[in-house]
């Protein structure tokens, strides 16, 4: 299984960027797809979770309103459109899947790096 993250770089605040990670060698459809991040010295958080395409998404209450997840089941693909973006946005992000059933995930993806400058 692979978990490719890609779109991540360096954008003024108030920009945009889109993040897409693109899954292999899993039932992607199976799976919870989640968005985490973390920034240099604090833990890791859940950023965005969407358990099927068309399904309700979660956000964490610091980016709501301004990313969206979307997942494409087609093309085994869960983007992250973020909107607004500000300085306390510069982390690195990891995808990561999780079987419906499972508690933990179970995949992660290698990490993307956003830098957002004010």
């Known amino acids: 299984v692979q978990l490719q993250a890609s779109g991540g770089g360096l954008m003024e605040a108030g920009g945009s960027l889109r993040l897409t990670c693109a899954a292999s060698?899993?039932?992607?459809?199976?799976?919870?797809m989640s968005w985490f991040r973390q920034a240099p010295g604090k833990e890791r958080e859940s950023v965005a979770r969407l358990s099927r395409s068309g399904g309700s998404p979660y956000y964490a209450d610091s980016v709501k309103g301004r990313f969206t997840i979307s997942r494409d089941d087609a093309k085994n693909t869960v983007d992250l459109q973020m909107d607004s973006l500000k300085p306390e946005d510069t982390a690195i992000y990891y995808c990561?899947?999780?079987?419906?059933?499972?508690?933990?995930?179970?995949?992660w993806g290698q990490g993307t790096q956003v830098t957002v400058s004010s």
């Open positions: 060698g899993l039932t992607f459809r199976s799976y919870v």
């Open positions: 990561a899947a999780r079987r419906r059933d499972a508690y933990t995930y179970n995949y």
